[in-house]
């Protein structure tokens, strides 16, 4: 019953040293991860920021969407928009314009599905996100259905200093000397600041609203609350934030495709959230970190698995070609399994360790008291 | 004393065929506890639920200091100051008492969404609630979560919550439902302290108790009103002894 609460239980100082050891563990892992890990890593940033912006909807105000990728894909569409030609453009504009227009679609989407709710309100932004998808994929708009490339990173130019390129590069530079990787850390930087934000919006007066709503719409309502209202506030801001993401992504990979706002993308989403844990700002980071350590886990152990039984003659296949098709049954299984065993997510673990540490402590200490 | 706060104007519903409440016109003044009674499907809930905005009306009005409140939404109605518990305990579970209470009291802050302002800064809101679950005798049960507390206490807390939002106008589904002896003589008290400075709208069951605490009395049946009147005046009228209470009431 108490740990269905969201109430303090003496346990955050743990979660919170948890929180900075692996802080410590992104901020430090480009110096020691090799390029091809630190662009994943980036990657995994983008998914927690966008899962983390998901999951103020699902796990916060009790909204669940499967139309959230609309919002990443119309922001990472719009860094190509804003760069049609070979000239760079600058962040300060491309980034809140970008951002800007995600939120813009998430006020217009938002305002008519929230007319909606429970399974009526998924579908609803099934369809929504589904749109998004067909305007890249089928109209003159998205240039190509097999999506586009973004000729030019816009320019980052902060404080006088003029950082040629923002992206992450490929290689080390000649002579050993390690890439400066600047997206990865602008990608840490706008990670944190999404943490930092849901966690003052949470604590606010607004913040604790929405948990109402989540816990009880209808009595929310009858205190006077215009419920709708807050529903859409917490829809764009959530639109905002994953149009962050999106801007991020295009940056990072200089190629979008309109997949990026489909619905498998969205359930993408919601599984990440799911695997971290609804009930915590830092689950869905968790959740991203978790579901793409899986996938290359899943293919590394299907290459193994099948290089041995071609080594006894049991198979004849190609251990890579197998790694690459067979992978999404091994990661659906593992899903399952956790999903089963941890119903609270990954963060659910976490918590439920730190009040078992505590309490553990608590305990010998007060039979060390005993004794004595 | 009797300025009449609230006011209903043949005020009806209908679900398709059925009509559920039909020609409703009844006043409620501050200061006096207006006990609404009726058998199962009377309409009385429907009523309740008409005034608090819960449901649309199909025709009449409502007037609320004049002012015709039919057809406003739930929320706008508590933003004018009615407050409504309901028959079914509907808290917020998951939250502790105080919680559910102080949110109770952060619906009447004004002004924006309260997007950046901790809840922490706003220590007026959490005196407010502590001063709401002390009338109601729950100060204890602050950090409490609201599912773990007894039926009783969720009634309560449900009382608490109401009052919280600070409304003139009170109205109360069937507040004793469920509850033990000990319980229900706390909360008749309850009720008659809440008298001054409200009008309070009491659906109940327990005859007793309605008889004991109302100032007024009204008896619906098949969603019309068939009498209303003094206590005194209820017992003594031949319609609603046939109707409803039934000859063995003849000695009370």
Same mark, same amino acid.
């Given at each position: 019953?108490?740990?269905?609460?969201?109430?303090?239980?003496?346990?955050?100082?743990?979660?919170?040293?948890?929180?900075?050891?692996?802080?410590?563990?992104?901020?430090?892992?480009?110096?020691?991860?090799?390029?091809?890990?630190?662009?994943?890593?980036?990657?995994?940033?983008?998914?927690?920021?966008?899962?983390?912006?998901?999951? %103020?909807?699902?796990?916060?105000?009790?909204?669940?969407?499967?139309?959230?990728?609309?919002?990443?894909?119309?922001?990472?569409?719009?860094?190509?928009?804003?760069?049609?030609?070979?000239?760079?453009?600058?962040?300060?504009?491309?980034?809140?314009?970008?951002?800007?227009?995600?939120?813009?679609?998430?006020?217009?989407?938002?305002?008519?599905? %929230?007319?909606?709710?429970?399974?009526?309100?998924?579908?609803?932004?099934?369809?929504?996100?589904?749109?998004?998808?067909?305007?890249?994929?089928?109209?003159?708009?998205?240039?190509?259905?097999?999506?586009?490339?973004?000729?030019?990173?816009?320019?980052?130019?902060?404080?006088?200093?003029?950082?040629?390129?923002?992206?992450?590069?490929?290689?080390?530079?000649?002579?050993?000397?390690?890439?400066?990787?600047?997206?990865?850390?602008?990608?840490?930087?706008?990670?944190?600041?999404?943490?930092?934000?849901?966690?003052?919006?949470?604590?606010?007066?607004?913040?604790?609203?929405?948990?109402?709503?989540?816990?009880?719409?209808?009595?929310?309502?009858?205190?006077?609350?215009?419920?709708?209202?807050?529903?859409?506030?917490?829809?764009?801001?959530?639109?905002?934030?994953?149009?962050?993401?999106?801007?991020?992504?295009?940056?990072?990979?200089?190629?979008?495709?309109?997949?990026?706002?489909?619905?498998?993308?969205?359930?993408?989403?919601?599984?990440?959230?799911?695997?971290?844990?609804?009930?915590?700002?830092?689950?869905?980071?968790?959740?991203?970190?978790?579901?793409?350590?899986?996938?290359?886990?899943?293919?590394?152990?299907?290459?193994?698995?099948?290089?041995?039984?071609?080594?006894?003659?049991?198979?004849?296949?190609?251990?890579?070609?197998?790694?690459?098709?067979?992978?999404?049954?091994?990661?659906?299984?593992?899903?399952?399994?956790?999903?089963?065993?941890?119903?609270?997510?990954?963060?659910?673990?976490?918590?439920?360790?730190?009040?078992?540490?505590?309490?553990?402590?608590?305990?010998?200490?007060?039979?060390?008291?005993?004794?004595? | 004393?009797?300025?009449?706060?609230?006011?209903?104007?043949?005020?009806?519903?209908?679900?398709?065929?059925?009509?559920?409440?039909?020609?409703?016109?009844?006043?409620?003044?501050?200061?006096?506890?207006?006990?609404?009674?009726?058998?199962?499907?009377?309409?009385?809930?429907?009523?309740?639920?008409?005034?608090?905005?819960?449901?649309?009306?199909?025709?009449?009005?409502?007037?609320?200091?004049?002012?015709?409140?039919?057809?406003?939404?739930?929320?706008?109605?508590?933003?004018?100051?009615?407050?409504?518990?309901?028959?079914?305990?509907?808290?917020?579970?998951?939250?502790?008492?105080?919680?559910?209470?102080?949110?109770?009291?952060?619906?009447?802050?004004?002004?924006?969404?309260?997007?950046?302002?901790?809840?922490?800064?706003?220590?007026?809101?959490?005196?407010?609630?502590?001063?709401?679950?002390?009338?109601?005798?729950?100060?204890?049960?602050?950090?409490?979560?609201?599912?773990?507390?007894?039926?009783?206490?969720?009634?309560?807390?449900?009382?608490?919550?109401?009052?919280?939002?600070?409304?003139?106008?009170?109205?109360?589904?069937?507040?004793?439902?469920?509850?033990?002896?000990?319980?229900?003589?706390?909360?008749?008290?309850?009720?008659?302290?809440?008298?001054?400075?409200?009008?309070?709208?009491?659906?109940?069951?327990?005859?007793?108790?309605?008889?004991?605490?109302?100032?007024?009395?009204?008896?619906?049946?098949?969603?019309?009103?068939?009498?209303?009147?003094?206590?005194?005046?209820?017992?003594?009228?031949?319609?609603?002894?046939?109707?409803?209470?039934?000859?063995?009431?003849?000695?009370?």
């Amino acid at each position: 019953m108490i740990g269905a609460t969201t109430t303090d239980n003496g346990a955050n100082g743990l979660v919170r040293l948890f929180l900075l050891v692996g802080l410590g563990v992104f901020a430090l892992f480009p110096l020691v991860g090799s390029t091809f890990y630190v662009q994943l890593g980036t990657k995994v940033m983008v998914f927690a920021i966008l899962a983390m912006s998901l999951n %103020l909807l699902v796990g916060f105000t009790g909204l669940v969407s499967l139309g959230h990728a609309a919002f990443f894909g119309i922001a990472a569409y719009s860094v190509y928009f804003f760069t049609p030609g070979f000239t760079a453009a600058s962040v300060w504009w491309t980034l809140p314009a970008a951002v800007g227009l995600a939120g813009l679609a998430a006020l217009v989407i938002g305002a008519l599905s %929230l007319r909606t709710k429970g399974i009526f309100f998924l579908m609803v932004t099934l369809a929504f996100g589904q749109m998004v998808f067909f305007l890249f994929h089928d109209t003159p708009i998205g240039g190509s259905p097999d999506g586009v490339y973004v000729n030019a990173v816009p320019t980052f130019d902060a404080l006088g200093i003029d950082l040629p390129e923002l992206r992450d590069r490929y290689q080390l530079i000649e002579g050993g000397a390690r890439a400066p990787f600047t997206l990865y850390y602008v990608t840490l930087a706008c990670m944190l600041a999404v943490y930092a934000f849901l966690a003052v919006l949470l604590r606010s007066l607004f913040g604790h609203v929405i948990k109402g709503i989540r816990v009880n719409e209808h009595r929310m309502r009858a205190l006077g609350y215009p419920v709708y209202g807050y529903k859409l506030a917490s829809f764009v801001i959530a639109g905002l934030l994953g149009g962050l993401a999106g801007y991020l992504w295009a940056v990072q990979s200089l190629f979008v495709n309109p997949e990026l706002a489909g619905w498998h993308m969205s359930a993408e989403i919601l599984l990440m959230v799911i695997l971290g844990g609804m009930g915590t700002i830092y689950g869905p980071i968790l959740g991203a970190l978790a579901l793409e350590a899986l996938r290359e886990l899943a293919e590394i152990a299907i290459e193994y698995g099948v290089t041995a039984s071609n080594a006894i003659g049991l198979t004849e296949m190609d251990p890579h070609r197998a790694a690459t098709d067979y992978y999404l049954l091994v990661e659906g299984v593992v899903i399952i399994a956790i999903v089963i065993v941890l119903p609270r997510g990954l963060s659910g673990l976490i918590e439920d360790l730190a009040a078992y540490l505590r309490s553990g402590r608590r305990s010998a200490k007060g039979e060390a008291e005993q004794a004595t | 004393m009797s300025e009449t706060l609230l006011r209903t104007d043949t005020l009806s519903k209908s679900f398709g065929g059925l009509r559920a409440v039909s020609d409703v016109s009844l006043e409620f003044p501050v200061g006096l506890l207006h006990a609404v009674i009726g058998p199962n499907g009377a309409g009385k809930t429907t009523l309740i639920n008409m005034l608090s905005g819960d449901l649309k009306p199909s025709s009449g009005a409502i007037y609320l200091n004049g002012e015709n409140i039919a057809g406003l939404r739930a929320d706008q109605v508590s933003k004018k100051g009615v407050g409504r518990s309901y028959q079914k305990t509907n808290i917020l579970a998951e939250m502790t008492a105080l919680e559910n209470v102080r949110l109770a009291a952060q619906s009447r802050v004004g002004g924006g969404l309260g997007l950046i302002t901790a809840v922490k800064r706003r220590g007026d809101l959490i005196d407010r609630a502590h001063a709401a679950l002390e009338r109601v005798g729950l100060r204890a049960a602050d950090d409490r979560p609201a599912s773990a507390l007894s039926h009783g206490e969720q009634r309560q807390l449900e009382i608490a919550m109401t009052l919280a939002t600070e409304p003139n106008v009170l109205l109360l589904d069937e507040p004793l439902a469920g509850m033990g002896p000990e319980e229900t003589e706390r909360m008749v008290a309850l009720l008659r302290s809440l008298v001054a400075g409200h009008a309070v709208v009491l659906v109940e069951h327990d005859m007793d108790v309605v008889f004991s605490v109302a100032d007024r009395l009204t008896v619906m049946v098949n969603g019309a009103v068939l009498e209303s009147g003094s206590p005194q005046a209820i017992r003594a009228s031949a319609v609603v002894r046939e109707a409803y209470l039934g000859e063995d009431e003849d000695d009370a």
